[in-house]
């Protein structure tokens, strides 16, 4: 009878090291396999979130330059006191911060009168009469630190999660997390300053590495909304539909032969919602249907307010509508029309904040009476703070400089604590007086109050999982309800 040859202690360890590798490879290539194929399935489809969140939208504000948080969010008299003086020692300092501070410098202090607003007590700058009506539904994040303080790297960072070209932007992770329940309208919808495009330009709410599906959609804030959507006057609904089907005939066949092509699915979906958007597009846009109270609301009867209310308002409209992630941008480029007050800082304040102050509540304001508050998150940010000094002698006219260590954010609706603080920064609002909030926190804290969970919210990219933090995040409990 033929016996089995006993395996050897070596034999039997090696065998066994084999077949555990060859299962850990399977899995690996299963999941590979899954998570090439999953954005293939109708992309945008609505998904379930991580965990129950009352938000189900979120209206991103940025303000393009680096907005001046001792000039708007955070009340530091100490430096009417130093104002013309040098900034005393401050020990355990580093960086560009240590360097600039080495060299002549003097104090600045805020040009402004703060006063405390609602039953927070929350101090704000003048410059906000209506968003100061708000203070009790929002929640401040202070000394938020950010990994570069130049405008194209810092502006990458705050509204993608690296400075490094390439990333997917908040609004691409939202929409590739939870997809969209409207398919006549994109997931994700940006509309810039109506003066010119952000800094990084197209790469704020690019897709990434993530299927061109997520990328945002720019929505023009005057005139035709999206370029080419207009249908030619010489060709029927009809005949446009047959051409359009003639068309996802031939790219499917395409894309049959050759898998993975997301660029080319998110093509074929990009022509059927185009002829779905022919419709709802337009009548988007249509601000002459809302009331002449919801108008002065956003300050669209004012020059000044009338260009970021018309942001505001189409925001709101979108959220109603049911489009996951919109952004607005206000600033263009590094110019007048940007937060980069290198010099003037007040006249240059003055100017922002009454652009965006008013259009800000109003859009507050007026998702709270519709009951769509607590179903939006409403984020502000900008892509770093600025010093409470300047180098050099004291000027007529004084400005501030960048600050990667300063920078204050705010949220409000959805599961946001309202009134509610996290982080602090010294009493020069140079740096945190604690521990610093890196932004990833911060973007981890989106991703929460989204329904998101940060360490789920992953997508294989050259051979490792990414996610918007990088390195994961830390969810700011203490800002959620």
Known sequence: MFQQPLLSRRDLLSRSFNGIGALALGGMLLDESRAADAPMRRPLAAQ????VRKAKHCIFLFMQGGASQVDSFEYKPVLRELHGKPLPRIPELSGELQGRLSFPHV??????????HGRSGRYLSELYPHLATHVDEMAFIH?????????????LHATTGSQFPGSPSIGSWISYGLGTPNQNLPSFVTIQDPRGAPVNGAAVWANGYLPAAYQGTLLRPTGTPILNLDRPADLTRAQQRREFDTLKWLNQRHLAERAGGTELEARIDAYELAFRMQATAPELVDLSRETQHIQDL???????TAGFGRQCLLARRLVERGVRHTLLIHGVQITGHSWDDHGN???GMIKHSREVDRPIAGLLTDLKQRGLLDETLVVWASEMGRTPFKNGGMSKNPGRDHNSHGLVMWMAGGDVKGGATAGETDEFGLRSKDEPIPLRNVHATILDLMGLDDDQLRYLHAGRYRQLTDIGGEVLSEIIA
Not at 48 to 51: A, E, G, L, R, T
Not at 107 to 116: G, H
Not at 144 to 150: S, Y
Not at 298 to 304: E, R
């Open 345 to 347: 800082v007040k006249g």
């Open 107 to 116: 104090c600045v202090a805020s040009p402004f009168e703060f006063k405390p």
């Open 143 to 155: 000394g938020i630190k950010t990994d570069n303080q130049n405008h194209g790297p810092s502006t």
């Open 48 to 51: 379930s979130p991580h965990h």
């Open 298 to 304: 956003y300050g669209l009867n004012d020059d000044a």
